[in-house]
């Protein structure tokens, strides 16, 4: 996809956080407070990234997960901007800015994967077959016992 395209198709906030490695504000953004069962995709190209039932509420005010559906589809590098070496994320299909890992999450892993919601799109579970990801539906059963 061109920039030309991305531009045409994303918010400017979107385009700003996938395109030009920005962070959203905390607590004013779509998904930091979403509750619904379901799946959270790459807004650049509807790769599915994180699952709701891994979804915890940090107190960062953005969306955090304890592991991402499967570790390849994310790729990490390190990101010195702030003068202290933090673990970026990225989507490994459409190379886009997600957000960043650090190690003060839940266990087991001890990770909490802190995504910018921009970077994101939320697909309800009732939508998900319609949308093509029905196949992942089976991953969210355990909820809806």
């Not at 030309?4 to 918010?11: A, C, G, P, T, V």
């Not at 202290?84 to 087991?108: N, W, Y």
């Amino acid at each position: 996809m061109t920039d030309d395209q991305l531009r045409s198709r994303l918010s400017n906030l979107q385009y700003q956080v996938t395109q030009c490695d920005a962070t959203e504000p905390p607590f004013a953004n779509d998904y930091w407070n979403e509750k619904r069962t379901g799946i959270y995709v790459d807004v650049v190209d509807g790769t599915p990234l994180f699952l709701s039932t891994d979804k915890y509420d940090s107190g960062t005010g953005w969306p955090s997960f304890t592991r991402p559906i499967s570790p390849e589809i994310v790729a990490t590098r390190i990101d010195n901007k702030l003068g202290v070496p933090r673990t970026e994320i990225r989507s490994a299909t459409s190379d886009s800015h997600l957000g960043h890992v650090f190690s003060d999450g839940p266990g087991p892993s001890g990770l909490r994967f802190c995504m910018n919601s921009a970077a994101l799109r939320f697909v309800p579970i009732e939508e998900m077959a319609a949308a093509g990801y029905g196949d992942l539906i089976p991953l969210l059963k355990d909820v809806n016992k």
